[in-house]
């Protein structure tokens, strides 16, 4: 019945999408506008930085991923783009510099008042974690006077948070979420209770209000709460429970630098929808463009396919000049994915270890190096035999454990793999049908054996002492023997634990992500979010709480963006 009854209130939807299309020209009360966000600007560098000299394309890999260089650029070229596609206006959640000092703020509000003088179009901002690196609320108001704060119906003074109209009826709420706490960044109660009463002012204004900030409201990233606690907004369900009773609809919000769309009802039946957005200037190179009229907004994707050659600067090899011009995607997905394997190499290297457990030379020591470089050693092995040597399907092979067929090279290429799909948006590598989650299991399985039986006990010793667990090993050894013979159990364990783990990461769960159409709020809504079972909340919290202890011993965690 639910079945038929969705299947009928779908049609209903999609019959009005049509009646929006017909008559939505004469509706004063459409709204066309681009977002684009994490532009992450950095002017200072005449010359790319050369890190990794032994990748031939990344040498220049850092941070997130950035393309930080080009990033002016990609800029100029996303709000040029929006302009001639009928952006009545432009807005931007956040991190629009990388290091946020005065240069940086100065060189990104001339590039965006020369967009405004040119076209005439308004462009609003709130400032991200980045601008705030160098620079305080009010000098950052002072700094972009023009795109917001002049503008302004009214101001939170200890914030960067503002109101505005918009065209037609709508209200932006602008807010500054930038508040970092114990748990991630937020809203202080003088700052929430200003949001309550913007919000309350545009109804009975009558002002539909678009919200924007730039840390997501929702949980975008499935195992964000386990490897990235500062992505989410802290108290995240219950500001958003205020959020659904206050009529906040539609959130737009940046940070986490990848594409996914939620939604959350509140006890009332109303719904809140946090579109988050890709970093303008990280893969998959793109921004969005947004209609909004009185039944609902519909999202569109935009990328910038093309690289402006001529303003690169220095440093620039012909083979990255080459792949830039050929397939501007690609060169910005494998940034991605050199960065990202560099950090997490970085985490899992002896001398890093060493250095923050304050260790030179003695015996645990030595087991530091050697257990961590076994583990290097696991993720960057061969996932295939390719004749010579040790390849994970082998190893898993001398355990009757065969591993499926792929392209991937080694574990650490399938998980920054899995990584960019997931911030791309609409991810749906499916167990059974995808061979990633069993690739990464079993791989991740054998790599552990493969680490435990090279270090022994010692190094699993070594391990849990190093995450913190006072445990008599005597009382693993069960799971030692397990995993270190190689018993088929063990794979059953790994399996049964890890699978609805990452099904949850490797497969989008709500709404689409990309192109999407988000209907008005309605009375009575029959919006669900997928929420995880008793079972998997526990088996979150247990992995959470041995992350944490991880995240700990590495101050600022595994996060930087
Ligand atoms: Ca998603
Ligand atoms: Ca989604
Ligand atoms: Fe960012
Ligand atoms: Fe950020």
Known sequence: MKKVLSLFLTAAMLSGICLFFVTASADENTVRFALGTDIHIENTKAEIQNDYPESELYFHASGSGNLYDQAAS?????????????????????????????????????????????????????????????????????????????????CDEATASYTADLPGNYRLIAVDSNDPGEDGDGFDS???????????????????????????????????????????????????????????HYVFSGHEHGNDVTSFTGENGKVVYDVLTTSLSSYPLEYRMVCVNPDGADIEMRKIEECDLDN?????????????????????????????????????????????LRLNGGPLADTVDNLFNTITEALTM??????????MEKLAKSKKVALPQSDYISLIDLATSMVATHYYGNENMKSGEN?????????????????????????????????????????????FTAVSLGKENSYKIAERVLYPLLDNFAVDSGLPDRDVFLPAQSESSNETTTAPSGFLNKAIEFIKRIFNMILNLLPGGLSIR
């Not at 931007?92 to 076209?119: K, P």
């Not at 620039?316 to 997490?344: H, N, W």
């Not at 061969?382 to 390849?391: A, F, I, R, T, W």
Request: glycine content about 8%.
């Open 190 to 248: 003088s700052l929430l209770s200003w949001i309550e009463k913007q919000a309350e002012t545009a109804q009975k204004d009558g002002r539909e209000i678009l919200y924007m900030m730039h840390h997501p409201l929702l949980e975008h990233l499935y195992l964000g709460k386990i490897l990235m606690k500062d992505f989410m907004l802290r108290d995240s369900k219950a500001v958003a429970e205020k959020f659904s009773q206050w009529g906040i």
């Open 74 to 154: 990609l800029t100029k070229e996303f709000l040029n783009r929006s302009a001639q596609e009928g952006a009545e206006f432009i807005l931007i959640a956040g991190d629009l510099t990388r290091n946020g000092n005065e240069e940086q703020h100065r060189y990104v509000a001339s590039l965006l008042s020369d967009f405004e003088n040119e076209t005439g179009i308004q462009v609003y901002l709130v400032p991200g974690n980045h601008d705030y690196y160098a620079s305080k609320p009010d000098e950052f108001r002072d700094y972009y006077a023009e795109f917001g704060y002049s503008q302004a119906l009214e």
């Open 312 to 356: 690169l600067v220095d440093g620039y090899t012909d083979a990255q000049k080459s792949l830039l011009s050929s397939d501007y995607e690609e060169f910005a997905r494998g940034l991605f994915k050199y960065s990202t394997e560099k950090k997490i190499l970085k985490y899992t290297s002896p001398d890093f270890i060493k250095g923050k």
């Open 382 to 391: 061969p996932l295939y035999d390719n004749g010579n040597g040790v390849s």
């Open 435 to 479: 061979p990633e989650c069993e690739i990464l299991i079993k791989g991740l399985n054998t790599g552990l054996e493969y680490v435990l039986t090279k270090t022994g006990r010692s190094g699993l010793n070594t391990l849990l002492e190093i995450i913190g667990m006072q445990v008599n090993t005597d009382e693993l050894s069960p799971l």
